[in-house]
């Protein structure tokens, strides 16, 4: 009976809760505990470190490491209009910094995932990749957006067959048709074949711009032609442009010497050197009346 009112009292004394603000004792002393470690300053230094690196400088980039590889993508994408086959070589390189700024990248993989275009079949290019999906679709509505003519009627018919077979047409690939409507020998725009070089004409004795329009069609066509080619064409211009009388003398006269100076190298190297020279007079009748 004692053996029984014993246990009982223990179980009573063992149910009752510790006074409030106080916690029940542990058996162990406190005093013996070992003392805290330090904290570690290696996180710390690491991440002074960072802000620091993100206030160098003058101050008007404030940017944490998280922040620099941070893609921030433009809303959408701003094209300028189709040009006509002539004004197309420098429309391109307009187009290119266009999509390359609006992906928002700090590296360069934006340029190398969009000069595909330029060379690839526009069904290879199906497939965006990781990461990219959202740029292509932006790309596929600013082409939209300024198709017309021609390119318009082949964009358009793209997009037709996409979405009849219940799939959206890629940005990219709207963007190689574009490629290839303006490729030398590909659309009825107007393009810079052989033919058309063959056609070039020197106005008003204007050799700067028969030259610089000389040089935009050679670096359209798909292969260079021979140099016999390209002399009988450009001599056929220039053979009675009487500032290069002298020039065009010795030329003539080379013919029948065999020597190495009848050639096209030598008679375009004649007309630069014209060129260059009557560059250098037309600056200095400029400055000719502020040094008085």
């Given at each position: 009976m004692a053996m029984a009112t014993t246990r009982a009292m223990e179980t009573v004394a063992m149910g009752v809760a510790p006074p409030k603000g106080k916690k029940p004792p542990t058996g162990r002393d406190p005093k013996n505990d070992p003392p805290p470690t330090p904290p570690n300053d290696e996180d710390g230094e690491e991440e002074d470190?960072?802000?620091?690196?993100?206030?160098?400088?003058?101050?008007?980039?404030?940017?944490?490491?998280?922040?620099?590889?941070?893609?921030?993508?433009?809303?959408?994408?701003?094209?300028?209009?189709?040009?006509?086959g002539a004004q197309w070589r420098a429309r391109r390189s307009n187009t290119l910094q266009a999509i390359v700024s609006a992906a928002g990248r700090q590296d360069d993989r934006a340029h190398h995932w969009?000069?595909?275009?330029?060379?690839?079949?526009?069904?290879?290019?199906?497939?965006?990749?990781?990461?990219?999906?959202?740029?292509?679709?932006?790309?596929?509505?600013?082409?939209?957006?300024?198709s017309h003519g021609e390119i318009g009627r082949v964009l358009t018919q793209k997009s037709t067959i996409e979405l009849t077979s219940g799939r959206i047409v890629r940005g990219r690939v709207l963007l190689a048709l574009v490629f290839r409507c303006y490729a030398s020998g590909k659309s009825g725009q107007v393009l810079y074949d052989m033919n058309h070089l063959q056609s070039l004409v020197m106005v008003d004795n204007n050799l700067e711009g028969f030259h610089n329009t000389w040089n935009m069609v050679l670096s359209e066509l798909t292969f260079v032609p021979e140099k016999s080619t390209l002399l009988f064409w450009y001599f056929k211009?220039?053979?009675?442009?009487?500032?290069?009388?002298?020039?065009?003398?010795?030329?003539?006269?080379?013919q029948w010497s065999n020597s190495s100076d009848y050639s096209f190298d030598w008679l375009w190297v004649a007309s630069c050197r014209y060129l260059a020279q009557k560059t250098v007079r037309l600056h200095a009748r400029v400055a000719e009346p502020q040094s008085r």
């Open positions: 470190g960072e802000d620091e690196e993100a206030q160098e400088g003058d101050g008007s980039n404030r940017q944490s490491k998280r922040d620099q590889g941070r893609v921030r993508e433009a809303e959408k994408i701003e094209l300028l209009q189709f040009p006509q969009i000069r595909k275009c330029e060379n690839s079949d526009p069904d290879s290019l199906d497939t965006p990749g990781l990461g990219w999906i959202s740029l292509d679709r932006k790309l596929a509505a600013a082409l939209t957006r300024i211009q220039i053979q009675n442009f009487k500032p290069m009388a002298e020039d065009i003398a010795h030329f003539k006269r080379a």
